[in-house]
T-cell receptor, first 113, second 115 residues
Framework: RKEVEQDPGPFNVPEGATVAFNCTYS??????FFWYRQDCRKEPKLLMS???SGNEDGRFTAQLNRASQYISLLIRDSKLSDSATYLC??????????????FGAGTRLFVKA | DTAVSQTPKYLVTQMGNDKSIKCEQN?????MYWYKQDSKKFLKIMFS???????INETVPNRFSPKSPDKAHLNLHINSLELGDSAVYFC??????????????FGSGTQLSVL
């Protein structure tokens, strides 16, 4: 089983749609959770951290369910500029010298006009 | 100013050659990383350094040797390049590897193509 698993996608949605991405992680000792965004041929950039109580940033809402080891990202009112790959990222499971950050394989989103 | 800069952006070379990728960060971070993103877009950590010391070394062939002359620089040298080494290599930095809730800052990537 992969340490971090995501919906493979791609998701093709019209502008204005609501889209949800899911992610599961295998290490119950994981400490922190994030969503990163990666545009084509660019580097990943932090979209938002994910907190146990759930958190919202504009049109983006992230949820964490520690019991089910499940993370989600909801995008409301999709824009063309939201087209990108969304990476689920989990940090935890102490290795020697620090915490290990694991990236999911990513889910591609295409928003169409 | 670019926070994490890596060079070159593109690297095309023959099998068997030795090449280096350089990375510098001007954020004052303690921890730097090398990640590899293969053709399936899977981003995997290769190495992590904290204050010039190696702290994470994933299962990476010995042909890959990171070097950190100071905490602002982490270079990656690759010997005897193989076709399977073709990928995008990202350098990244973070404030401190012991902090759980901190973000990674990535360089723009080096696209390595081995012919």
């Amino acid at each position: 089983r992969k340490e971090v698993e995501q919906d493979p996608g791609p998701f093709n949605v019209p502008e204005g749609a609501t889209v949800a991405f899911n992610c599961t992680y295998s290490n119950s000792a994981s400490q922190s959770f994030f969503w990163y965004r990666q545009d084509c041929r660019k580097e990943p950039k932090l979209l938002m951290s994910v907190y146990s109580s759930g958190n919202e940033d504009g049109r983006f809402t992230a949820q964490l369910n520690r019991a089910s080891q499940y993370i989600s990202l909801l995008i409301r009112d999709s824009k063309l500029s939201d087209s990108a790959t969304y990476l689920c990222v989990v940090k935890g499971g102490i290795e020697t010298g620090g915490f290990k950050t694991i990236f999911g394989a990513g889910t591609r989103l295409f928003v169409k006009a | 100013d670019t926070a994490v800069s890596q060079t070159p952006k593109y690297l095309v070379t023959q099998m068997g050659n030795d090449k280096s990728i350089k990375c510098e960060q001007n954020l004052g971070h303690d921890t730097m990383y090398w990640y590899k993103q293969d053709s399936k877009k899977f981003l995997k950590i290769m190495f992590s350094y904290n204050n010039k010391e190696l702290i994470i070394n994933e299962t990476v062939p010995n042909r890959f040797s990171p070097k950190s002359p100071d905490k602002a620089h982490l270079n990656l040298h690759i010997n005897s390049l193989e076709l399977g080494d073709s990928a995008v290599y990202f350098c990244a930095s973070s404030q401190d590897q012991w902090s759980t809730n901190e973000k990674l800052f990535f360089g723009s990537g080096t696209q390595l193509s081995v012919l």
